[in-house]
């Protein structure tokens, strides 16, 4: 059985929300980091130099509190680094997210642990809503988990003429394996695709895809102090991404945890 510290909610798998919520009175801080290697101009001025590779991050501050041992609320700051013709990247502050997570029974209580997930985003050039439903099931040593994630997004809400609508998939599913109470490896597949909107590009049209990525993680738990990281590589597509395109032929998240 997978040792907990009182109060923390590790999250084991990078992109995968654990059942686990935090106890009554208890806060966390997660600090996301996000990379793909994406194509950019080498010279601006000059498309015969040909294109290098330069990554594109997102770091998200999430501050969670319990509300009471089955409810959980959090509250997110999100920043994207884009990447930049010429190497570089223009770092931006993107917005804000609110959520809720809640336990519908006590883990072991019905035959899947299930809690609900639903999220506010308030970005700078978006309004959307998601959903999660949150499987879990423990198999000894053995973590399942699972998230069914949709969102719906609202693009450029205040601006007439611009203003779409997308509905998003981004599913989760992976395993860990407990090897001792402060190390669990394991495998996470999630992808993301979005339908409906404007597609202003071929390359747009190939943003809006749904992308498969699946790799292997690993979770390091120190009690107070936990840090996950997942590497992943894009079953859609291996090969050298389009100029302009969001998705690269591997992601990396990690993921740093401090119960407060």
Do not use: C
Request: glycine fraction near 10%; charge should be negative.
């Amino acid at each position: 059985m997978l040792s907990r510290s009182a109060g923390a909610t590790p999250v084991p798998l990078p992109f995968t929300y654990p059942y686990e919520t935090l106890q009554k009175g208890e806060g966390e801080d997660e600090l996301y980091g996000d990379m793909t290697p994406l194509r950019v101009q080498a010279a601006p001025a000059d498309p015969t130099r040909g294109r290098i590779w330069e990554p594109a991050y997102v770091l998200q501050n999430e501050l969670e509190y319990g509300v009471s041992d089955r409810v959980e609320l959090a509250f997110y700051q999100v920043m994207e680094a884009s990447p930049q013709d010429g190497g570089g990247n223009s770092m931006t502050f993107d917005g804000f997210k609110y959520r809720a997570r809640i336990r519908l029974a006590e883990a072991g209580q019905l035959p899947v642990d299930v809690a609900l997930y639903f999220e506010l985003e308030t970005l700078h050039d978006e309004v959307s809503l998601e959903e999660k439903v949150i499987l879990a099931k423990r198999f000894g040593a053995f973590h399942w988990m699972t998230n069914l994630w949709v969102e719906q997004e609202l693009n450029r809400p205040w601006d007439d003429g611009q203003r779409n609508a997308d509905f998003v998939i981004n599913p989760t599913m992976g395993m860990t394996y407990e090897v001792a109470p402060w190390f669990q490896p394991g495998l996470e597949d999630w992808a993301r695709g979005t339908f409906g909107g404007t597609q202003l590009s071929p390359v747009d049209g190939r943003n809006k895809q749904v992308h498969d990525f699946l790799g292997p993680t690993f979770h390091f738990n120190w009690g107070k102090v936990w840090f996950s990281l997942g590497a992943y590589a894009n079953l859609s597509s291996m090969n050298k991404p389009e100029y302009g395109a969001a998705y690269g032929p591997v992601w990396f998240r990690t993921l740093l945890g401090f119960n407060l």
